[in-house]
């Protein structure tokens, strides 16, 4: 087995891996975001199942061309917008019933997801530049989500301790909804790179 072959084999597990612990976890933050009214959660939870599916695209595109790869890394830029689409709905809704969640669950559900995606970019983080647009967007994804995770957290102590009020919920949903943007053209230009490279 070549070098190569080897990191391809260890790379297709760390996304497995990732893909099986975002779909975990979106199931417990979807719940306690429905629980708690949550903006910043619901779009968090939202934002692990497009991991998930991203991991799992990721999955099935491995095998193909630079060309086909490239194609899948548009795609997969356009996806990464649906959360932050999904967050300024959620956040629209929430401000026709101002109501702050409660902090203690939004704090806790926040530091789980946090220990989630820093597990995720830390088995990312070898792969980053392995497959083009395609390890890229796996790699962002995890280390965007982590910092949108502190954001919940911090949201949930002022919300505790400063400020019993809706809106450190909804700025930080709102928050998530800018990071997912940036990621997506990040993604994007890799793709167009990578385009370019393979034609």
Request: charged share 15%; net charge positive.
């Amino acid at each position: 087995m070549t070098a190569r072959t080897a990191t391809s084999a260890a790379f297709r597990r760390a996304v497995a891996w990732v893909a099986v612990l975002n779909l975990a976890y979106f199931g417990i933050e979807f719940a306690v975001a429905l629980a708690i009214r949550s903006v910043a959660l619901f779009a968090d939870s939202v934002d692990f199942l497009e991991d998930t599916s991203l991991n799992l695209l990721i999955l099935l595109a491995l095998g193909w061309s630079v060309a086909a790869r490239a194609r899948i890394g548009m795609a997969l830029a356009a996806l990464l917008l649906v959360p932050g689409l999904v967050t300024l709905w959620t956040a629209w809704s929430k401000l026709g019933e101002p109501l702050a969640p409660a902090p203690l669950p939004l704090t806790l559900t926040g530091l789980g997801a946090l220990a989630i995606n820093l597990t995720c970019a830390v088995i990312l983080v070898r792969f980053r530049a392995h497959s083009g647009s395609l390890s890229k967007a796996a790699f962002l994804s995890a280390r965007n989500d982590a910092l949108a995770n502190v954001a919940i957290i911090a949201a949930g102590l002022v919300t505790a301790f400063a400020w019993y009020s809706p809106w450190p919920d909804l700025i930080v949903g709102l928050a998530i909804a800018a990071i997912n943007l940036d990621a997506a053209r990040d993604v994007w230009e890799a793709a167009r790179e990578e385009r370019r490279a393979g034609s």
